[in-house]
């Protein structure tokens, strides 16, 4: 057994809360981090489906990396969503911590995991803090040069997704990629000033997709961009803790649906 804040000190040893954007909200959420737990349920995002998986399976923590308190509460009811999740986690003992930016700014967290799953060299971080292994997004290269089309493909196998939107291909080489997990279209221009001849990211707006030959824009979705970090947390607590039980949860899902 551990107290859920020293599986949080591990978290957040990894994804320092020093680090996180200003009109961020990661951290603990809701709960008591001094109570004693013997598992861990990892997810994207704290639903309300997640919390009550955490509740019929006995699981007393769980972290996310998107926050389940962003916005300002003006009330806790049964018939808010939020609200409705505070009130079960509460009921039943539950404490919830979510990372959010702060992992999104580390060089092994979101866009540093996405980079080794598409293989990229020479991986650094694309819009720096301060640090210049802190900030948000990361550039590398390709193991070999592909054409754009086939690149479209590569980024689909390696992502595991079946769609994406691009912007049009023009039968350019892609050597150097750039990607952020998320909402990542503010980053275009740090990925045009990288020397990035393809940039990966969810959430892009249409107007963004007019890059011309510039930049070829990849946008698998937001929850296909960000989906890896779940593993990660997985990574970081058994490194620390190897013998305490950290699970994905069963119950996550894309809130986008495709038809």
């Not at 996180?20 to 909200?25: F, L, M, R």
């Not at 709960?31 to 997640?50: C, K, W």
């Not at 000033?193 to 890059?211: C, M, P, Q, R, V």
């Not at 490194?239 to 899902?253: S, T, W």
């Amino acid at each position: 057994m551990r107290t859920a804040k020293e599986i949080i000190e591990a978290i957040e040893e990894f994804a320092p809360l020093s680090n996180q954007e200003g009109w961020d909200n990661s951290g603990l959420q809701v709960g008591d981090p001094e109570i004693l737990v013997d598992s861990a349920l990892v997810g994207l995002d704290p639903t309300y489906e997640l919390i009550c998986e955490a509740r019929d399976r006995g699981i007393k923590l769980i972290i996310t990396h998107h926050p389940l308190i962003f916005k300002g509460i003006k009330r806790i009811t049964e018939d808010d969503p939020t609200g409705r999740c505070i009130i079960e986690a509460i009921r039943n003992g539950i404490v919830i911590y979510s990372t959010h930016t702060a992992s999104d700014k580390v060089l092994e967290g979101v866009s540093g995991a996405a980079a080794k799953m598409l293989g990229l060299q020479d991986v650094s971080v694309l819009e720096c803090d301060k640090d210049p292994e802190v900030g948000l997004g990361v550039v590398g290269n390709l193991p070999y040069p592909m054409k754009d089309e086939e690149f479209i493909k590569y980024v689909k196998q390696c992502l595991d997704v079946k769609n994406v939107r691009t912007s049009r291909p023009v039968g350019k080489k892609i050597s150097r990629v750039a990607f952020c997990g998320g909402s990542g279209g503010s980053l275009i221009g740090s990925a045009i000033e990288a020397g990035a001849d393809a940039y990966i990211s969810g959430d892009i707006k249409y107007h963004d997709f007019f890059t011309g030959d510039a930049l070829l824009i990849v946008d698998p979705g937001h929850f296909e961009t960000e989906a890896q970090i779940m593993k990660v947390f997985v990574e970081v607590v058994k490194k620390k803790f190897p013998n305490f039980a950290v699970l994905i949860g069963e119950q996550i899902h894309n809130p986008v649906y495709y038809y």
